[in-house]
């Protein structure tokens, strides 16, 4: 068990919609990543945030936002789902923003987007 | 851009080494890591190897960096029916992780 918490583990849409789904971080830890997982793409960085400000931003799409609380906990929303969201969706956390960065991960999330 | 290439896959038997390669594209990058991911779960780390290093060895594992060719290797001694898996490696400094593709290690008794 990393410490990192996900929620819901799996959900199931359909096209066109818009979901939200939640991350906790290990206790301590100010840096948010999320990464996507699928089978075409394989694991690709999406956006990360450290201490309520967005840091880095990778390959995500207008469709989707994110954003971390003064509690540290994020979110990823995802709207206008296409069947090509499919994938498992990963948050990982990291103590700091420092050279070496270690990132514990999440159990993920599946979506299935019928 | 930065790239990271991974075979695909490794088979090999109980007891014997694993070695899994890995190459890289950004040379700047300061550390370089592996992670295992199990079925239905996240990423672990397993072991990291700082850039002005050549060689790590952390129990089982011997991580192998050659900066020159940016190629890394992981090399697991006594493979166990435990660590089929799949394996990644991964560049980055602060923010993002690239990640190869992944090697699915498939280790026969």
């Known amino acids: 068990d990393s410490g990192v918490t996900q929620t819901p583990k799996h959900l199931i849409t359909a096209t066109g919609q818009r979901v939200t789904l939640r991350c906790s971080p290990r206790?301590?830890?100010?840096?948010v990543y999320w990464y996507q997982q699928s089978l075409d793409q394989g694991l690709q960085f999406l956006i990360q945030?450290?201490?309520?400000?967005?840091?880095a931003k990778g390959n995500i799409l207008e469709r989707f936002s994110a954003q971390q609380f003064p509690d540290l906990h994020s979110e990823l929303n995802l709207s206008s789902l296409e069947l090509g969201d499919s994938a498992l969706y990963f948050c990982?956390?990291?103590?700091?923003?420092?050279?070496?960065?270690?990132?514990?991960f999440g159990p993920g999330t599946r979506l299935t987007v019928l | 851009g930065e790239d990271v290439e991974q075979s695909l896959f490794l088979s090999v038997r109980e007891g014997d080494s694993s070695v899994i390669n890995c190459t890289y594209t950004?040379?700047?990058?300061?550390?370089l890591y592996w992670y295992k991911q199990e079925p239905g779960a996240g990423l672990q780390l397993l072991t990291y190897?700082?850039?002005?290093?050549d060689m790590k060895q952390d129990q089982r594992l011997t991580v192998l960096l050659n900066k020159k060719d940016k190629h890394l290797s992981l090399r697991i001694a006594d493979t166990q029916t435990g660590d089929s898996a799949i394996y990644f490696c991964?560049?980055?400094?602060?923010?993002?992780?690239?990640f190869g593709q992944g090697t699915t290690l498939q280790v026969k008794p």
């Open positions: 990982a956390s990291s103590p700091r923003d420092f050279l070496y960065n270690e990132q514990f």
């Open positions: 206790s301590g830890d100010l840096s």
């Open positions: 945030y450290y201490n309520g400000e967005e840091r």
């Open positions: 950004d040379s700047s990058s300061t550390y």
């Open positions: 190897i700082f850039s002005n290093m």
């Open positions: 991964a560049e980055g400094e602060t923010g993002k992780l690239i």
